[in-house]
């Protein structure tokens, strides 16, 4: 098993540009998560998917929109990228059909927005 | 509400000696309590986590931590580092909903030679 994936690993983009992080898993998990991880901030939940075909916004989700594709993938768009998101972008994913939430990580987008 | 505290952002430590991170919570429910680490340039991985049971618990790479309601602390602990465990160590707390999932501001703990 891949476990969490994502694409691309890294990407620079100009100020106003748009792009899309793709994040798929093969652990037939229920629910999927994106966060961003800022230097002395930790991982801040930017949207998340409990189950197909529902989204909710986290704590920090200005500036993004995602989309729950299918059981599988799971992806964050950036309509117009700015530099304060600048960060390193995590995806996750936890079967949530137990009483606690373990969670599975991908291994991160380095996004440099200029 | 539900909310992590790790009290010491960096951590230096000599190799082979002990380490103990600290974690604290606040929840006005029932809890369950994860460690993860971070190696450079790498996603999350699990260490250790405590679901019910015992209070002392024990994860991979030698690692363990115990759980302490009456502190409400999750503290991690190592009796003898390796370099390979130079890493950040992030803490967090898990309620049984999707947005339920809060991580600490993690230690970066560095080995010294």
């Known amino acids: 098993n891949a476990g969490v994936t994502q694409t691309p690993k890294f990407q620079v983009l100009k100020t106003g540009q748009s792009m899309t992080l793709q994040c798929a898993q093969d652990?037939?998990?229920?629910?999927m998560y994106w966060y961003r991880q800022d230097p002395g901030m930790g991982l801040r939940l930017i949207y998340y998917s409990a189950s197909e075909g529902t989204t909710d916004k986290g704590e920090v989700p200005n500036g993004y929109n995602v989309s729950r594709l299918n059981k599988r993938e799971f992806s964050l768009r950036l309509e117009s990228a700015a530099p304060s998101q600048t960060s390193v972008y995590f995806c996750?994913?936890?079967?949530?059909?137990?009483?606690?939430?373990?969670?599975?990580f991908g291994p991160g987008t380095r996004l440099t927005v200029l | 509400a539900q909310s992590v505290t790790q009290l010491d952002s960096q951590v230096p430590v000599f190799e082979e000696a002990p380490v103990e991170l600290r974690c604290n919570y606040s929840?006005?429910?029932?809890?369950?309590l994860f460690w993860y680490v971070q190696y450079p340039n790498q996603g999350l991985q699990l260490l250790l986590k405590?679901?019910?049971?015992?209070?002392l618990v024990k994860g991979i790479n030698g690692f363990e931590a115990e759980f302490n309601k009456s502190q409400t602390s999750f503290h991690l602990r190592k009796p003898s580092v390796h370099i390979s465990d130079t890493a950040e160590y992030f803490c967090?707390?898990?309620?049984?909903?999707?947005?339920?999932?809060?991580f600490g501001t993690g230690t970066s703990l560095t080995v010294i030679p």
């Open positions: 996750a994913s936890s079967a949530l059909d137990r009483y606690y939430n373990e969670q599975f």
């Open positions: 405590y679901l019910s049971g015992s209070t």
């Open positions: 929840s006005s429910v029932s809890v369950y």
């Open positions: 652990m037939n998990h229920n629910s």
């Open positions: 967090a707390v898990s309620g049984n909903t999707g947005n339920q999932f809060y």
